[in-house]
């Protein structure tokens, strides 16, 4: 807790954490998502999934005796699924590997996922009818205010979305960002320096926020 209360003290002010864009500014940042990588226990069954139902291409392979990047005896077979504007999602089958822990909390099973951008609402809508039709559970679609979505799991237990904006500037309003930041982090820095509990004051937070929005 001593360690945690430090850097929140590091980031007290919506000066100190607007430095954090920096680079971003700058123009400094990476070009694109290049892929992001889970286990599979299944290649066969991914690879139908990510081409037959989300209708990417199997794009690349890679299969080694050994992790290049740790020296780690792991043999594996490495698969990428291209999306349409070139970046892909990837898998690593490595035979001998036990099923995955479980998560200590339901909520990492939730927050943790993958977010697809499609057209339209319209086409979020067909998404949900063409995955159902195929025997995959899909929640939604769900209106966030700025974008609207549904989620589903793939053969692995990986959680993913497909969304589409609602507003065309959902993605570009890093002041406001900024500023809520701020106010999160000094939420937790006076709930802790009070003694009172942190997950309260910021559900405080979060109802009087979303109460100016609501009137503004």
């Known amino acids: 807790m001593a360690n945690e209360t430090s850097l929140a003290e590091k980031k007290a002010s919506a000066q100190q954490l607007r430095s954090i864009g920096t680079l971003a500014r700058r123009g400094t940042v990476p070009k694109m998502l290049s892929h992001v990588a889970y286990v599979t226990h299944d290649a066969a069954a991914t690879t139908d999934f ?30 990428f ?5 070139g970046s892909t999602i990837a898998f690593f089958e490595s035979p001998g590997l036990p099923p995955p822990a479980k998560s200590s909390h339901p909520a990492y099973d939730i927050f943790n996922h993958i977010a697809f951008e499609v057209e339209s609402p319209t086409a979020v809508e067909a998404w949900r009818d063409w995955l159902t039709q195929n025997g995959v559970e899909v929640i939604g679609p769900i209106d966030h205010g700025i974008i609207y979505s549904i989620y589903f799991h793939d053969p692995n237990g990986v959680r993913l979305e497909l969304t589409t904006p609602l507003r065309s500037d959902w993605n570009q309003r890093s002041e406001e960002s900024y500023r809520d930041l701020a106010l999160w982090e000094d939420a937790k820095q006076q709930a802790r320096r009070e003694g009172k509990d942190v997950r309260a004051a910021l559900i405080d937070l979060i109802r009087t926020r979303q109460s100016e929005q609501t009137n503004t």
Not at 50 to 69: C, F, H, I, N
């Open 50 to 79: 990510y081409t037959r139902l989300l209708g990417m291409e199997l794009a690349s392979t890679v299969m080694a005796d050994r992790l290049p990047s740790t020296g780690d005896p792991f043999p594996y077979f490495h698969l």
């Open 81 to 85: 699924f291209r999306l349409g504007d």
